[in-house]
Protein backbone atom coordinates (compact mmCIF):
# COMPACT_ATOMS: atom_id res chain seq x y z
CA UNK A 1 0.00 0.00 0.00
CA UNK A 2 1.17 3.57 -0.85
CA UNK A 3 2.04 5.66 2.33
CA UNK A 4 -0.15 8.30 2.80
CA UNK A 5 0.35 11.62 2.42
CA UNK A 6 0.70 13.54 6.02
CA UNK A 7 -1.61 15.83 5.27
CA UNK A 8 -4.79 13.06 4.46
CA UNK A 9 -3.82 11.02 7.69
CA UNK A 10 -4.46 14.29 9.76
CA UNK A 11 -7.47 15.05 8.10
CA UNK A 12 -8.76 11.33 8.52
CA UNK A 13 -7.66 12.04 12.30
CA UNK A 14 -9.78 15.25 12.34
CA UNK A 15 -12.88 13.12 10.89
CA UNK A 16 -12.51 10.30 13.04
CA UNK A 17 -12.29 12.66 16.34
CA UNK A 18 -16.00 14.00 15.19
CA UNK A 19 -16.95 10.01 14.17
CA UNK A 20 -17.56 6.90 16.05
CA UNK A 21 -15.12 4.34 15.45
CA UNK A 22 -15.01 2.46 19.18
CA UNK A 23 -17.50 0.12 20.98
CA UNK A 24 -17.07 0.43 24.66
CA UNK A 25 -17.00 -3.11 26.59
CA UNK A 26 -18.51 -2.59 29.73
CA UNK A 27 -20.26 -4.63 32.33
CA UNK A 28 -20.11 -6.26 35.89
CA UNK A 29 -16.97 -6.81 37.64
CA UNK A 30 -15.10 -10.06 36.32
CA UNK A 31 -17.72 -10.88 33.64
CA UNK A 32 -14.55 -11.80 31.23
CA UNK A 33 -15.06 -8.36 29.27
CA UNK A 34 -11.40 -8.46 28.40
CA UNK A 35 -11.40 -12.37 28.00
CA UNK A 36 -13.92 -11.11 25.29
CA UNK A 37 -12.12 -8.98 23.94
CA UNK A 38 -8.82 -11.37 24.05
CA UNK A 39 -11.58 -13.48 21.35
CA UNK A 40 -12.90 -11.21 19.17
CA UNK A 41 -9.67 -9.14 18.46
CA UNK A 42 -6.97 -11.71 18.75
CA UNK A 43 -4.83 -9.78 21.21
CA UNK A 44 -3.64 -10.19 24.46
CA UNK A 45 -6.12 -8.29 26.14
CA UNK A 46 -4.85 -8.06 29.78
CA UNK A 47 -6.91 -11.01 31.49
CA UNK A 48 -6.58 -11.75 35.79
CA UNK A 49 -7.88 -14.01 38.31
CA UNK A 50 -8.30 -11.27 40.07
CA UNK A 51 -11.45 -8.51 40.25
CA UNK A 52 -10.92 -5.22 38.55
CA UNK A 53 -8.01 -6.67 36.15
CA UNK A 54 -8.55 -3.58 34.33
CA UNK A 55 -8.82 0.05 36.30
CA UNK A 56 -8.34 2.22 33.07
CA UNK A 57 -10.17 1.82 29.98
CA UNK A 58 -7.77 0.45 26.98
CA UNK A 59 -8.07 0.34 23.41
CA UNK A 60 -7.95 -2.61 21.14
CA UNK A 61 -7.77 -2.89 17.25
CA UNK A 62 -10.79 -4.43 16.20
CA UNK A 63 -10.44 -4.48 11.99
CA UNK A 64 -9.17 -1.59 10.18
CA UNK A 65 -11.91 0.41 10.62
CA UNK A 66 -12.73 0.38 14.04
CA UNK A 67 -11.79 -0.67 18.23
CA UNK A 68 -13.01 -2.07 20.93
CA UNK A 69 -12.76 -0.13 24.52
CA UNK A 70 -11.57 -2.25 27.46
CA UNK A 71 -13.85 -0.27 30.60
CA UNK A 72 -12.99 -1.65 34.50
CA UNK A 73 -16.07 -3.63 35.96
CA UNK A 74 -18.87 -1.34 37.37
CA UNK A 75 -19.41 -1.52 41.25
CA UNK A 76 -16.18 -1.69 42.61
CA UNK A 77 -14.48 -0.05 44.79
CA UNK A 78 -11.76 1.43 43.13
CA UNK A 79 -13.59 2.79 40.32
CA UNK A 80 -16.67 4.96 42.02
CA UNK A 81 -19.87 5.04 39.67
CA UNK A 82 -19.64 9.22 40.07
CA UNK A 83 -15.69 7.78 38.32
CA UNK A 84 -17.35 5.57 35.65
CA UNK A 85 -20.19 7.98 34.80
CA UNK A 86 -17.03 10.63 34.26
CA UNK A 87 -15.23 8.37 31.69
CA UNK A 88 -18.52 7.21 30.05
CA UNK A 89 -19.34 11.28 29.55
CA UNK A 90 -15.74 11.72 28.17
CA UNK A 91 -15.42 9.51 25.14
CA UNK A 92 -17.14 10.11 22.42
CA UNK A 93 -18.33 6.32 22.30
CA UNK A 94 -21.79 5.57 20.84
CA UNK A 95 -22.24 1.84 21.66
CA UNK A 96 -21.75 -0.21 24.41
CA UNK A 97 -21.77 -3.66 25.22
CA UNK A 98 -22.98 -4.49 28.75
CA UNK A 99 -21.56 -7.49 30.00
CA UNK A 100 -23.28 -9.87 32.88
CA UNK A 101 -22.17 -13.06 34.45
CA UNK A 102 -24.49 -12.64 37.58
CA UNK A 103 -27.85 -11.32 38.96
CA UNK A 104 -28.23 -7.72 37.62
CA UNK A 105 -27.45 -5.61 40.32
CA UNK A 106 -28.48 -2.03 41.51
CA UNK A 107 -25.04 -0.43 40.23
CA UNK A 108 -26.20 -2.13 37.06
CA UNK A 109 -29.24 -0.70 36.72
CA UNK A 110 -27.98 2.48 37.95
CA UNK A 111 -25.31 2.35 34.62
CA UNK A 112 -27.66 1.04 32.48
CA UNK A 113 -30.09 4.28 33.24
CA UNK A 114 -27.21 6.54 32.56
CA UNK A 115 -26.24 5.29 29.39
CA UNK A 116 -29.47 5.27 28.43
CA UNK A 117 -30.32 8.87 29.28
CA UNK A 118 -27.17 9.75 27.26
CA UNK A 119 -28.29 8.11 23.96
CA UNK A 120 -26.08 5.15 24.17
CA UNK A 121 -27.16 1.88 22.44
CA UNK A 122 -26.50 -0.71 24.35
CA UNK A 123 -26.30 -4.56 23.50
CA UNK A 124 -26.51 -7.06 26.80
CA UNK A 125 -24.27 -9.91 26.40
CA UNK A 126 -24.32 -12.81 28.87
CA UNK A 127 -20.76 -14.56 29.27
CA UNK A 128 -19.89 -17.23 31.02
CA UNK A 129 -22.71 -19.18 29.99
CA UNK A 130 -21.05 -22.79 30.49
CA UNK A 131 -21.58 -21.70 34.12
CA UNK A 132 -25.69 -21.89 34.24
CA UNK A 133 -26.67 -23.95 36.53
CA UNK A 134 -29.63 -23.49 38.91
CA UNK A 135 -30.88 -24.54 42.31
CA UNK A 136 -30.98 -28.08 41.66
CA UNK A 137 -27.69 -28.17 39.43
CA UNK A 138 -29.65 -28.73 36.65
CA UNK A 139 -27.78 -27.40 32.64
CA UNK A 140 -30.48 -26.94 30.68
CA UNK A 141 -29.09 -23.81 29.01
CA UNK A 142 -32.29 -23.20 26.97
CA UNK A 143 -34.51 -22.76 29.81
CA UNK A 144 -31.64 -21.05 31.91
CA UNK A 145 -30.99 -18.50 29.24
CA UNK A 146 -34.81 -17.68 28.85
CA UNK A 147 -35.51 -16.80 32.60
CA UNK A 148 -32.28 -15.16 31.96
CA UNK A 149 -33.85 -12.58 29.68
CA UNK A 150 -36.75 -12.90 31.48
CA UNK A 151 -34.68 -11.15 34.58
CA UNK A 152 -33.61 -8.73 32.06
CA UNK A 153 -36.88 -7.64 30.58
CA UNK A 154 -38.47 -7.24 33.91
CA UNK A 155 -35.91 -5.37 35.48
CA UNK A 156 -35.03 -2.91 32.60
CA UNK A 157 -38.75 -2.75 31.31
CA UNK A 158 -38.87 1.26 32.82
CA UNK A 159 -35.39 2.35 31.20
CA UNK A 160 -35.60 0.34 28.26
CA UNK A 161 -37.86 1.20 25.26
CA UNK A 162 -37.69 -1.87 23.34
CA UNK A 163 -37.50 -5.62 24.33
CA UNK A 164 -34.27 -6.51 25.06
CA UNK A 165 -32.57 -10.02 25.18
CA UNK A 166 -29.02 -11.19 26.11
CA UNK A 167 -26.34 -12.25 23.22
CA UNK A 168 -25.45 -15.55 25.41
CA UNK A 169 -21.95 -16.00 25.00
CA UNK A 170 -18.54 -18.38 26.49
CA UNK A 171 -15.08 -17.82 25.79
CA UNK A 172 -14.33 -20.74 27.24
CA UNK A 173 -16.64 -23.06 24.45
CA UNK A 174 -16.76 -20.24 22.05
CA UNK A 175 -20.72 -20.06 22.23
CA UNK A 176 -21.96 -16.36 20.69
CA UNK A 177 -18.74 -15.54 19.18
CA UNK A 178 -19.62 -15.57 16.25
CA UNK A 179 -23.24 -14.17 17.01
CA UNK A 180 -21.03 -10.83 18.70
CA UNK A 181 -19.16 -10.55 16.30
CA UNK A 182 -21.51 -10.38 13.02
CA UNK A 183 -23.14 -7.79 15.51
CA UNK A 184 -20.13 -6.05 15.90
CA UNK A 185 -18.81 -5.95 12.33
CA UNK A 186 -22.65 -4.50 11.25
CA UNK A 187 -22.42 -1.39 13.74
CA UNK A 188 -18.77 -0.24 12.57
CA UNK A 189 -19.99 -1.11 9.36
CA UNK A 190 -22.94 1.58 9.39
CA UNK A 191 -20.62 3.58 11.36
CA UNK A 192 -17.83 3.72 8.86
CA UNK A 193 -20.34 4.24 5.87
CA UNK A 194 -21.17 7.58 7.68
CA UNK A 195 -17.27 8.25 8.48
CA UNK A 196 -16.66 7.89 5.05
CA UNK A 197 -19.69 10.44 4.03
CA UNK A 198 -18.06 13.14 6.33
CA UNK A 199 -14.78 12.68 5.41
CA UNK A 200 -15.68 13.28 1.32
CA UNK A 201 -18.27 15.79 2.83
CA UNK A 202 -16.73 19.66 1.41
CA UNK A 203 -18.10 20.80 4.52
CA UNK A 204 -15.56 18.96 6.72
CA UNK A 205 -12.76 19.59 4.43
CA UNK A 206 -13.63 23.70 4.98
CA UNK A 207 -14.03 23.11 8.36
CA UNK A 208 -11.05 21.31 8.70
CA UNK A 209 -8.95 23.76 6.70
CA UNK A 210 -10.27 26.79 8.77
CA UNK A 211 -9.39 25.04 11.65
CA UNK A 212 -5.47 24.89 10.18
CA UNK A 213 -5.60 28.70 9.34
CA UNK A 214 -6.69 29.41 12.88
CA UNK A 215 -3.95 27.36 14.34
CA UNK A 216 -1.69 28.61 12.18
CA UNK A 217 -1.65 32.56 13.87
CA UNK A 218 0.28 31.41 16.74
CA UNK A 219 2.72 29.68 14.67
CA UNK A 220 3.19 32.55 12.65
CA UNK A 221 3.30 35.85 15.16
CA UNK A 222 5.79 34.28 17.60
CA UNK A 223 8.04 36.98 19.79
CA UNK A 224 10.63 36.25 16.91
CA UNK A 225 8.48 37.11 14.36
CA UNK A 226 9.29 41.36 14.26
CA UNK A 227 12.95 40.08 13.29
CA UNK A 228 12.24 38.01 10.74
CA UNK A 229 9.83 40.56 9.21
CA UNK A 230 13.19 43.10 9.95
CA UNK A 231 15.65 41.00 8.42
CA UNK A 232 13.25 39.60 5.85
CA UNK A 233 13.53 36.04 6.23
CA UNK A 234 10.52 35.64 4.57
CA UNK A 235 11.32 32.09 3.78
CA UNK A 236 11.04 31.18 7.14
CA UNK A 237 7.42 32.10 7.15
CA UNK A 238 7.04 30.12 4.20
CA UNK A 239 8.34 27.05 5.80
CA UNK A 240 6.14 27.69 8.63
CA UNK A 241 2.92 28.22 7.23
CA UNK A 242 3.78 24.95 4.84
CA UNK A 243 4.82 22.47 7.36
CA UNK A 244 1.95 23.59 9.44
CA UNK A 245 -0.63 22.77 7.00
CA UNK A 246 1.91 19.57 5.81
CA UNK A 247 2.30 20.41 2.78
CA UNK A 248 5.39 19.44 0.79
CA UNK A 249 7.16 21.30 -2.35
CA UNK A 250 6.17 18.45 -4.29
CA UNK A 251 2.53 19.24 -3.68
CA UNK A 252 3.12 23.12 -4.85
CA UNK A 253 5.22 21.88 -8.23
CA UNK A 254 2.24 19.40 -9.03
CA UNK A 255 -0.46 21.55 -8.82
CA UNK A 256 0.88 25.07 -9.70
CA UNK A 257 3.44 26.32 -12.41
CA UNK A 258 5.18 28.85 -10.28
CA UNK A 259 6.51 28.20 -7.15
CA UNK A 260 4.61 30.40 -4.34
CA UNK A 261 6.51 33.01 -2.91
CA UNK A 262 6.01 35.29 -0.44
CA UNK A 263 8.29 38.09 -1.66
CA UNK A 264 6.39 38.35 -5.03
CA UNK A 265 2.98 38.80 -2.86
CA UNK A 266 5.01 41.74 -1.06
CA UNK A 267 5.96 43.45 -3.89
CA UNK A 268 2.79 42.87 -5.89
CA UNK A 269 0.75 44.43 -2.96
CA UNK A 270 3.57 47.21 -2.83
CA UNK A 271 2.90 48.26 -5.89
CA UNK A 272 -1.05 48.27 -5.44
CA UNK A 273 -0.33 50.67 -2.82
CA UNK A 274 1.56 52.99 -4.25
CA UNK A 275 -1.02 53.75 -7.10
CA UNK A 276 -3.36 54.32 -4.00
CA UNK A 277 -0.48 56.62 -2.63
CA UNK A 278 -3.31 59.94 -2.48
CA UNK A 279 -5.51 57.40 -0.26
CA UNK A 280 -4.03 59.69 3.06
CA UNK A 281 -4.73 56.90 5.55
CA UNK A 282 -3.51 58.04 8.96
CA UNK A 283 -1.36 55.75 11.33
CA UNK A 284 -4.07 54.55 12.88
CA UNK A 285 -6.08 53.99 10.16
CA UNK A 286 -3.43 51.77 8.45
CA UNK A 287 -2.65 50.02 11.97
CA UNK A 288 -6.64 49.22 12.48
CA UNK A 289 -6.78 48.08 8.42
CA UNK A 290 -3.66 45.48 9.10
CA UNK A 291 -5.82 44.11 12.52
CA UNK A 292 -8.80 43.78 11.07
CA UNK A 293 -6.74 42.10 7.90
CA UNK A 294 -4.89 39.83 9.73
CA UNK A 295 -8.26 39.07 12.29
CA UNK A 296 -10.23 38.09 9.78
CA UNK A 297 -7.70 36.38 7.45
CA UNK A 298 -6.72 33.77 10.19
CA UNK A 299 -10.52 33.67 11.36
CA UNK A 300 -9.84 35.17 14.72
CA UNK A 301 -12.37 35.62 17.54
CA UNK A 302 -10.66 37.99 19.72
CA UNK A 303 -8.73 40.92 18.49
CA UNK A 304 -5.86 40.94 21.25
CA UNK A 305 -4.04 38.68 20.29
CA UNK A 306 -3.46 40.49 16.65
CA UNK A 307 -3.14 43.92 17.80
CA UNK A 308 -0.06 42.63 20.09
CA UNK A 309 1.21 40.86 16.97
CA UNK A 310 0.95 43.74 14.63
CA UNK A 311 1.88 46.42 16.97
CA UNK A 312 4.83 44.58 17.58
CA UNK A 313 6.51 45.26 14.32
CA UNK A 314 4.59 48.67 14.06
CA UNK A 315 6.03 49.93 16.94
CA UNK A 316 9.49 49.04 15.40
CA UNK A 317 9.08 51.94 13.24
CA UNK A 318 7.75 50.06 10.30
CA UNK A 319 4.67 51.88 9.74
CA UNK A 320 4.96 50.39 6.07
CA UNK A 321 3.68 46.89 6.99
CA UNK A 322 0.78 46.55 5.06
CA UNK A 323 1.47 45.15 2.17
CA UNK A 324 3.72 42.51 4.45
CA UNK A 325 0.66 41.30 6.44
CA UNK A 326 -1.40 41.15 2.63
CA UNK A 327 1.08 39.11 1.45
CA UNK A 328 1.15 36.55 4.50
CA UNK A 329 -2.13 36.52 4.72
CA UNK A 330 -2.54 35.59 1.08
CA UNK A 331 0.27 33.39 1.11
CA UNK A 332 -1.77 31.42 3.71
CA UNK A 333 -4.59 31.15 1.73
CA UNK A 334 -2.67 30.33 -1.64
CA UNK A 335 -0.94 27.01 0.86
CA UNK A 336 -4.68 26.44 2.26
CA UNK A 337 -5.98 26.24 -1.18
CA UNK A 338 -3.21 23.53 -2.01
CA UNK A 339 -4.38 21.60 0.48
CA UNK A 340 -7.93 21.45 -0.40
CA UNK A 341 -6.92 19.83 -3.82
CA UNK A 342 -4.46 17.70 -2.00
CA UNK A 343 -7.19 16.70 0.16
CA UNK A 344 -9.90 16.77 -3.12
CA UNK A 345 -7.66 14.50 -4.74
CA UNK A 346 -7.72 11.69 -2.24
CA UNK A 347 -11.33 12.35 -2.27
CA UNK A 348 -11.49 11.44 -5.49
CA UNK A 349 -9.29 8.58 -5.34
CA UNK A 350 -11.55 6.74 -2.77
CA UNK A 351 -14.55 7.62 -5.24
CA UNK A 352 -12.66 5.30 -8.02
CA UNK A 353 -12.01 2.61 -5.79
CA UNK A 354 -14.72 1.96 -4.04
N1 LIG B 1 -16.07 -20.21 32.82
C1 LIG B 1 -15.77 -19.11 32.16
N2 LIG B 1 -14.82 -18.27 32.63
C2 LIG B 1 -14.54 -17.15 31.95
C3 LIG B 1 -15.21 -16.82 30.74
N3 LIG B 1 -14.74 -15.64 30.29
C4 LIG B 1 -13.81 -15.24 31.17
N4 LIG B 1 -13.68 -16.13 32.18
C5 LIG B 1 -12.79 -16.05 33.33
O1 LIG B 1 -13.28 -15.03 34.20
C6 LIG B 1 -12.20 -14.35 34.83
C7 LIG B 1 -12.32 -12.84 34.59
O2 LIG B 1 -12.10 -12.56 33.23
P1 LIG B 1 -11.72 -11.10 32.75
O3 LIG B 1 -11.76 -11.13 31.27
O4 LIG B 1 -10.51 -10.61 33.43
O5 LIG B 1 -12.98 -10.33 33.31
P2 LIG B 1 -13.26 -8.76 33.24
O6 LIG B 1 -14.72 -8.58 33.08
O7 LIG B 1 -12.39 -8.12 32.25
O8 LIG B 1 -12.85 -8.34 34.74
P3 LIG B 1 -12.55 -6.85 35.29
O9 LIG B 1 -11.84 -6.11 34.22
O10 LIG B 1 -11.74 -7.09 36.49
O11 LIG B 1 -13.88 -6.26 35.63
C8 LIG B 1 -10.93 -14.94 34.25
O12 LIG B 1 -10.44 -15.91 35.14
C9 LIG B 1 -11.40 -15.60 32.96
O13 LIG B 1 -10.61 -16.69 32.59
C10 LIG B 1 -16.20 -17.74 30.27
O14 LIG B 1 -16.86 -17.56 29.21
N5 LIG B 1 -16.45 -18.86 31.02
MG1 LIG C 1 -11.04 -6.57 32.42
Not at 134 to 161: A, C, I, W
Not at 169 to 192: A, F, H, K, Q, R
Not at 194 to 210: E, F, G, H, T, W
Not at 249 to 258: G, L, N, Q, S, T
Amino acid sequence: MMKKHPLIRAYETFVQNRSCNKIGIIGQPDAGKSALINHLCNVNAYTSVQTDATLATTEYRYNAYGYLIDFPGVGTEEVTVQKYKKIIQNEPIRHYLYVFSSKIKAVDIEMIKFLTKHNKHITFVYNKTDTLVDVNGNEDRLLLMRDKNTELQVTLKHYVKTPVSYIFTSTLDGTGIETLTTLINDLLLVEEKAYRQKYNDPAYVNSYLNYKVNSAFPKLFTPSFKNIVLKQHYKVIERTVMTHFKIQEDDIMERRKEWLDIETFIKEFEALKAKEKSSGLTHLMEFTKIVQLIKSSFKMKSINPVTMAVSSIVEMGLTNTFPIFQAIAKYVDEIKEIAREVIEDDQKQYMNTH
